[in-house]
């Protein structure tokens, strides 16, 4: 079994910055590439940016300029500095990481981001 847990979100005022973690543990042994998906209510699930094993990142435009995505390997952890945030950046945050050997993908539970004055 396999556990993403993530942690970091919360209610921020417009302009500020939240930085949220996402720790993969239980049976999964290399972690091929790790990222952020966020859903907003009554939207799709959308990409906001991915970050492969090696370091190479990929931003989606919700994430281009605003966010900054690093992973540590050792630890199975991704993490996500989001600066100048907006209403609409208002969503649940999911983790998500891909089994280097089986290529599955797993994702957490969720963290939800408010941005609200």
């Known amino acids: 079994q396999v556990q993403l847990v993530e942690s970091g979100g919360g209610l921020v005022q417009p302009g500020g910055s939240l930085r949220l973690s996402c720790a993969a543990s239980g049976n999964i042994s290399s972690i091929s590439h790790m990222g952020w998906y966020r859903q907003a209510p009554g939207k799709q699930r959308e990409l906001v940016a991915l970050?492969?094993?090696?370091?190479?990142?990929n931003y989606a435009d919700s994430g281009k300029g605003r966010c900054s995505i690093s992973r540590d390997n050792a630890k199975k952890t991704v993490y996500m500095e989001m600066s100048t945030l907006k209403p609409e950046d208002t969503a649940v945050y999911y983790c998500i990481a891909q089994d280097l050997g089986s290529l599955r993908h797993y994702w957490g539970q969720g963290t939800q981001v408010t941005v609200s004055s």
């Open positions: 970050i492969t094993s090696g370091g190479s990142t």
